[in-house]
């Protein structure tokens, strides 16, 4: 039903910044939430931030005040913005969408993953 393409990781020296972006292409009558997941080498995946259509936002505690969510519905488009970027950021970045379909469908999509390398 829907397809996401992720964008924008690379390598970054501590203390600086990335925008990550997740295109969502395909069938979409109405998406719900998006949101951002990340796995490090050897760790769980864990949810970074997430953005209801409402427009509220959630953020894990290890990146409130570094990392902001935002969205263009326009665009059916997700960011992160990524400041003050620590080491313990390293990991691969997943974009995950919630959707419905006209019939009322409920839909759970990941992207590829996006790397995030943090160097110190």
């Known amino acids: 039903q829907v397809h996401l393409a992720e964008s924008g990781g690379g390598l970054v020296q501590a203390g600086g910044s990335l925008r990550l972006s997740c295109v969502a292409s395909?069938?979409?009558?109405?998406?719900?939430?998006m949101g951002w997941y990340r796995q490090a080498p050897g760790k769980r995946s864990e949810l970074v931030a997430s953005?209801?259509?409402?427009?509220?936002?959630s953020y894990a505690d290890s990146v409130k005040g570094r990392f902001t969510i935002s969205r263009d519905n326009a665009k059916n488009t997700v960011y992160v913005q990524m400041n003050a970027l620590e080491p313990e950021d390293t990991a691969i970045y997943f974009c995950?969408?919630?959707?419905?379909?006209?019939?009322?469908?409920?839909?759970?999509?990941w992207g590829q993953g996006t790397q995030v390398t943090v160097s110190s």
């Open positions: 395909g069938s979409i009558f109405e998406i719900n939430g």
């Open positions: 953005i209801n259509s409402d427009g509220s936002t």
């Open positions: 995950h969408v919630n959707s419905q379909s006209a019939d009322g469908t409920v839909y759970d999509d």
